[in-house]
């Protein structure tokens, strides 16, 4: 495999042996520390299925706690790592109704915010080199305050709502992030 002519590489399965078999559905993955990958997803409707996967580059491993009130049958719609001891996730459950945005500091989930301004609807997170985690779910990107809080930075005009549906975020810093959309535009905030 060349991607574009940049050198070459091969692609192989994760699991040492073999390929990974995993029982979730497979909504992404997010780099963790300095070789895993925290592999999340949907475990709708699987008895006995985490929503949340760590390869530690040998082997996958069920994520082990789970956010208050959070199920194992539910969705994680997107996550960030920075390492084990630092996650952030999006949640939903649409058989409970129940959903969240949940950090993990290695030893407990916390809440981030209050439910009903929580970015739960989040596609994608990114948090920048200065520190500041944003979400963008299909219409908007949030900020977190670093407390309590998130606050909208920007929102789709209602007149290109259904048009423009947001599906990713990332950046080089606060002052310069792009958001990708579905119909192929890159916004620059």
Known sequence: ?????????????????GDATLSLTVNGATSCGTNGL????SSLYRTGTMPMTYFDGFNYHDFPVLPPDMKTQTMVNAAWAGSL???VIAWDNMLTYERGVHHWNGLAWEAMG???????DAIAFWRSPAGSLYACSS???????????WTTTYSVPASEMGVTVLSTIWGRSDSEIYIGAKNGKILRY
């Open 139 to 149: 219409w908007r990107v949030m900020r977190w305050n670093g407390s309590n809080d």
């Open 114 to 120: 209050f439910s009903g301004n929580q970015p739960t």
């Open 38 to 41: 925290l592999v999340y997803g």
């Open 1 to 17: 495999f060349v991607p574009n002519g940049l050198g070459g590489g091969t692609l192989s399965p994760l699991t040492a042996g």
């Open 85 to 87: 001891q630092d996650i």
